[in-house]
């Protein structure tokens, strides 16, 4: 049987969706698959940050138009660009592969660390949430939106365009280009990823019960276990790509714990939470941890990061 497969064409994307494709052969060998390379509307406007953009799934939406039409039988993406909120209608995550890092890495000119920047060094990053999280350990800084590709972005240092960037651990993994991380990974305490980072995410159409279950056969409960309290968090707080919340769900000897955070805009502050439980209970998890940092004052930060940067 053959199937044909959705992806984006950058080298990430085909890279990271055969990596899939040949996981789901190993589970079932007799599966030939057929690319389809299709151009979203994060593709066509990439003059653009990412959070200026004033629409929901600009990396998916169009593939997985695709799968509801039946032009494609199922779509491979990096599941942070899988809206919370809104997911395409017609589609279901119909598997969740062991996810990657999520942590983020400093790339830098030189490779100095990034608390040893010089005085309004420049640092690139198309995300609000690592714009937050830099000003709060260095507010001195100069951070400036940046797009395109892995190798465009690193080569945006290593010419001195840029002092340095923070980009996904996941993607330079995959890549097999980790010699370019300055140092080590950044620790999650201080850049708490976005909810899914590190993930893939698998979407078929819904009731397309031949091809989700296909596509069970490499979903990871704990992976799905971390993601799903990740995206209940921030779906608790009603956040978007342009509120910086961090999410960082681990499992460990069959427990669940979720750390949450979002940040201020201009005084450098941050709240957090966290809370642990089964596995099972991952949704409510999220809930737990977003309400207390409604409570703590979240929807204020929220209002702040929407009323500069328009509502989501």
Not at 21 to 28: A, E, Q, R, V
Not at 239 to 261: D, F, H, M, Y
Not at 269 to 275: C, L, N, Y
Request: hydrophobic share 35%; net charge neutral.
């Amino acid at each position: 049987m053959k199937l044909t497969v959705g992806t984006r064409g950058s080298k990430l994307a085909l890279t990271q969706t055969n990596r899939t494709l040949n996981w789901i052969k190993t589970k079932n060998p007799n599966i030939e698959f057929e690319l389809k390379i299709i151009h979203t509307i994060g593709d066509k406007e990439h003059g653009k940050p990412l959070f200026s953009i004033d629409a929901k799934g600009i990396f998916e939406r169009e593939i997985d138009q695709q799968v509801v039409s039946g032009e494609i039988d199922f779509a491979v993406h990096s599941l942070k660009d899988v809206p919370i909120v809104e997911i395409q209608t017609g589609t279901v995550i119909a598997a969740i592969p062991k996810r990657d890092s999520p942590n983020d890495v400093f790339i830098s000119h030189n490779n100095v660390p990034l608390k040893d920047l010089p005085h309004g060094a420049t640092v690139g990053t198309g995300s609000l949430r690592r714009l937050a999280q830099i000003k709060y350990l260095r507010p001195d800084l100069d951070i400036q939106p940046i797009r395109g590709n892995i190798d465009t972005r690193i080569n945006k240092v290593h010419n001195g365009e840029l002092a340095g960037i923070v980009i996904a651990q996941a993607g330079l993994e995959r890549l097999n280009i980790t010699n370019q991380i300055t140092h080590q990974p950044l620790s999650l305490e201080q850049f708490p990823s976005a909810a899914g980072q590190g993930a893939i995410a698998l979407t078929a159409k819904e009731n397309n019960t031949k091809i989700i279950t296909l596509l069970q056969t490499v979903d990871d409960p704990n992976s799905r276990a971390e993601i799903t309290a990740e995206r209940s968090l921030v779906l608790k707080l009603e956040g978007g790509c342009r509120v910086p919340i961090g999410a960082v769900a681990k499992v460990q000897e069959n427990q669940l714990t979720l750390w949450g955070s979002i940040f201020s805009l201009n005084d450098q502050k941050k709240i957090s939470a966290q809370t642990k439980g089964p596995l099972n209970q991952a949704t409510e998890l999220g809930t737990i941890v977003g309400e207390e940092l409604i409570k703590q004052g979240a929807k204020d930060y929220e209002k702040q990061w929407r009323e500069k940067y328009g509502v989501w």
